[in-house]
């Protein structure tokens, strides 16, 4: 998995549609609020407990008729802020320019997707980088992001190795698999939820080394659920609604990883099967983790990253403690 956004044909004239107010009841009829949830890219198990809330009636129970669109080329962000999607995916690292100054992001993240940061770096087994150090000479297939390219200095260095000495390449992996075997690239970051579960799959022998565990503070997170703070003042029993039923799906997901896993291949048929079920039971045991409450989102850990960012100059306005998320729409 990468972080090119892919764009589903048709998407803008979905996109041209109202996207809130409530449908017409009949007599005896309670009324369906309409909801639209946006994409971070194209369906993957990061999404199960959405489409396993819809397809068992979780949504429905609720009140509520759900949406789900792939998001525009300048993602799910801009879409929920602009207010014409009420929930999206997002990531903390990438809502970060977006959390404070006079041109923030009028969003908040309500939810995690992932209790932790499942990223890291993936090389072909046995040449060295199992640590950071040892990207040292390497290429490394960036995607010239500054957030990305502070991490990966401060975990080489962190390891003692010289990040100057680490080959930048810009990035065009689309299958981390064949990136590597081809050695067109040494070093990838990949989601281990989906790509270290297909090179697993495919009989690839790697090295990996996860971010969180080289430094805590980057055990952020992400992804994480959206909301428009319009909506969240003017509607927030329904978002508290939406999340109670965003809940059951994911759950359910984790209690039943195969049968989720089909629900999820029927909504996207084309995925491999083989890999969502995989990847799914890697993700069942991450939804929740080790936390009771499944969403939420630990201030010290959220606010710890926005501090790293802070205090290295990686944002152009300094974000304040406890902004940008909220647990107070989550269920108990």
């Known amino acids: 998995m990468n972080k090119k956004k892919l764009i589903a044909a ?10 809130t107010g409530a449908v017409p009841a009949y007599e005896g009829e309670a009324e369906t609020e309409k909801i639209t949830f946006v994409l971070d890219w194209t369906p993957n198990t990061n999404h199960t407990g959405l489409y396993v809330a819809q397809s068992q009636g979780f949504f429905e129970e609720q009140g509520l008729e759900v949406e789900i669109v792939q998001p525009p080329e300048d993602g799910a962000d801009a879409l929920v802020a602009s207010g014409k999607a009420q929930f999206g995916v997002s990531f903390q690292d990438t809502m970060a320019p977006g959390v404070a100054g006079e041109n923030a992001l009028p969003t908040t993240a309500v939810a995690a997707l992932i209790q932790h940061n499942t990223s890291g770096i993936v090389s072909r087994k046995g040449e060295g980088m199992d640590t950071p150090k040892g990207m040292e000479g390497k290429k490394y297939a960036t995607w010239d992001s500054p957030v990305e390219k502070a991490m990966i200095q401060n975990v080489v260095e962190e390891d003692g190795g010289d990040y100057g000495k680490v ?7 689309t299958d981390e698999v064949s990136a590597l075997q081809s050695n067109s690239v040494d070093a990838i970051w990949i989601f281990y939820g989906w790509a270290g579960v297909k090179m697993e799959l495919e009989g ?8 969180k565990d080289i430094n805590p503070v980057f055990d952020y997170y992400t992804p994480v659920v959206i909301a428009n703070n319009d909506f969240l003042a003017n509607e927030p029993e329904t978002a508290k609604k939406f999340l109670t039923a965003l809940k059951d799906g994911y759950e359910y997901a984790i209690e039943n990883p195969e049968d989720a896993a089909q629900i999820l291949c029927e909504a996207a048929p084309e995925l491999d099967k083989e ?15 080790e936390v009771e409450q499944w969403g939420y989102m630990d201030p010290a850990r959220w606010n710890s990253f926005y501090q790293w960012l802070n205090d290295n100059g990686l944002v152009e306005n300094e974000i304040p403690e406890n902004a940008g998320f909220s647990n107070d729409y989550l269920p108990e």
Request: hydrophobic letters at 50%; zero cysteines.
């Open 167 to 173: 080959e930048m390449i810009p990035s065009t992996v």
């Open 10 to 19: 048709g998407l803008a004239a979905a996109m041209t549609v109202a996207m």
């Open 204 to 211: 690839l022998e790697t090295d990996y080394f996860a971010f």
């Open 275 to 289: 890999l969502a079920v995989a990847s799914q039971k890697y993700l069942s045991e991450q939804y929740k983790a």
